[in-house]
């Protein structure tokens, strides 16, 4: 089987990877996102649309969580951001999540990891360790998703499945546990 290349490019580069290869933005793990303005003017929206305030804890987070480099932890977020109580964090996480704002990834191991909402960055996929339950955001060329979301509405569609969105996670052992 074939192992597609990595390559880390820059955010907004206007690179084109060769097809088949994974994308990798080391600095927010994806490539693209909502610009930072908007990005606080939708959760504001949703928080209220959930009856919800957009503290200054919260916002925080999400900033924390639109910088991270990827899916973190509540002790990768407590570390990052030592201000920020730890029963709050947890609490806020929730709230989000209840929002439509986070979205909660659960590996392999202890502990949970949290990203901002996919409409609220941009599409991509998850490469998650077995061993050490790191998760790696990872792109797709665009060749290759669109190939890749026809497939998947054959296999839905062969099973009477309406697909609203999909996520694609691959389990394997990273470069650190290996």
Same mark, same amino acid.
């Given at each position: ?5 990595? /390559?880390? @490019?820059?955010?907004? *580069? ?10 990798? +933005? *080391?600095?927010?793990? &994806?490539?693209?996102? $909502? ?8 959760? *504001? ?5 959930? =009856?919800?305030?957009? /503290?200054?804890?919260?916002? &925080? ?27 709050? !964090? ?7 999540? =209840?929002?439509?704002? $986070? ?12 990203? @901002?909402?996919?409409?609220? /960055? ?18 797709? +060329? ?8 026809? !497939? @998947? ?16 996670? @691959? ?6 546990? &290996?």
């Amino acid at each position: 089987m074939n192992t597609p290349e990595t /390559t880390d @490019l820059p955010p907004g *580069s206007g690179t084109r990877a060769a097809p088949g290869t994974v994308l990798i +933005d *080391s600095r927010f793990g &994806r490539l693209g996102g $909502v610009a930072a303005p908007e990005l606080h003017d939708v959760v *504001s929206t949703r928080l209220r649309s959930a =009856e919800q305030r957009y /503290t200054p804890g919260r916002r &925080r987070l999400v900033s924390l969580l639109a910088g991270g480099g990827g899916p973190m932890t509540i002790p990768e977020v407590l570390e990052r951001d030592g201000s920020l109580a730890q029963s709050s !964090v947890y609490r806020n996480l929730g709230v989000l999540e =209840e929002a439509g704002v $986070v979205v909660r990834i659960v590996t392999t191991d202890d502990f949970a990891r949290y990203e @901002l909402a996919e409409d609220l /960055t941009e599409h991509h996929h998850h490469l998650v360790c077995s061993r050490c339950g790191s998760v790696a955001d990872f792109s797709l +060329d665009p060749d290759v998703e669109s190939e890749l979301a026809r !497939v @998947l509405r054959r296999a839905a569609r062969r099973a009477s499945f309406t697909i609203e969105h999909h996520r694609l996670d @691959l389990v394997g052992v990273c470069g650190s546990c &290996r």
